[in-house]
């Protein structure tokens, strides 16, 4: 029998300076994505800053935007990324919500 998992483990800001550790659903990823299994990402300056309440957000956030990992999910139509690739990812200009990314 395997087991799917169907959460991950991430460290949240759920207030100015305020951290937790959490589960968040997994999700699949949607057409044209992939889903990465992180194994470490980067919390810059900016991250630091808005979990201070720098900038103005919606709590709770998951910091980090500088991700490593390998693709564990594969979307429809998604073509020349496969199953068990390392990848890294820069910026992306949003917010991970459910890491999924909103990234």
Known sequence: MSHHPT???????VGP?????TQKPLVDPAPGQVRLRVEACGVCHSDAATVEEAF???????PGHEAVGVIDAVGNNVEGWTLGQRVGVGFLGGSCV?????Y
């Open 7 to 13: 959460t991950y483990t991430a460290v949240q800001a």
């Open 17 to 21: 300076g305020q951290l937790e550790l």
């Open 56 to 62: 103005p957000i919606q709590w709770p956030r998951v």
């Open 98 to 102: 459910s890491f999924g990314l909103q």
